[in-house]
Nanobody
Framework: QVQLVESGGGLVQAGGSLRLSCAAS????????MAWFRQAPGKEREFVAT????????YYADSVKGRFTISRDNAKNTVYLQMNSLKPEDTADYYC????????????????WGKGTQVTVSS
């Protein structure tokens, strides 16, 4: 089992920045690819970004490319999502997830999920 706990969400004005963190415990963190997904009110959950086991490969949704950066610190068992130039449409609950498959954007490939952290971007 892998336990994931997100933090860092909050209320921010459009154009601002936030950094989300996801702390992992349980099985060896470095064995898992990690990702961020988000779910806006009334919408389905969508892929945001993923990072490989060692951090050498990252993939982003087109909607966040150039604005968001995913990173990980395997010594701290933590994955981050730096969000810059935030827009009102980025408002959502953000979830981190762990998978044994690197590079996948499909939520069904992720075995472990956190409970989410809320991000609200005001216009």
């Amino acid at each position: 089992q892998v336990q994931l706990v997100e933090s860092g969400g909050g209320l921010v004005q459009a154009g601002g920045s936030l950094r989300l963190s996801c702390a992992a415990s349980g099985r060896t963190f470095r064995n898992y690819a990690m990702a961020w997904f988000r779910q806006a009110p009334g919408k389905e959950r969508e892929f945001v970004a993923t990072i490989s086991w060692g951090g050498g490969s990252t993939y982003y949704a087109d909607s966040v490319k150039g604005r968001f950066t995913i990173s990980r610190d395997n010594a701290k068992n933590t994955v981050y999502l730096q969000m810059n130039s935030l827009k009102p449409e980025d408002t959502a609950d953000y979830y981190c997830a762990a998978s044994g498959i690197a590079g996948t954007k499909t939520e069904y490939d992720y075995n472990y999920w956190g409970k989410g952290t809320q991000v609200t971007v005001s216009s």
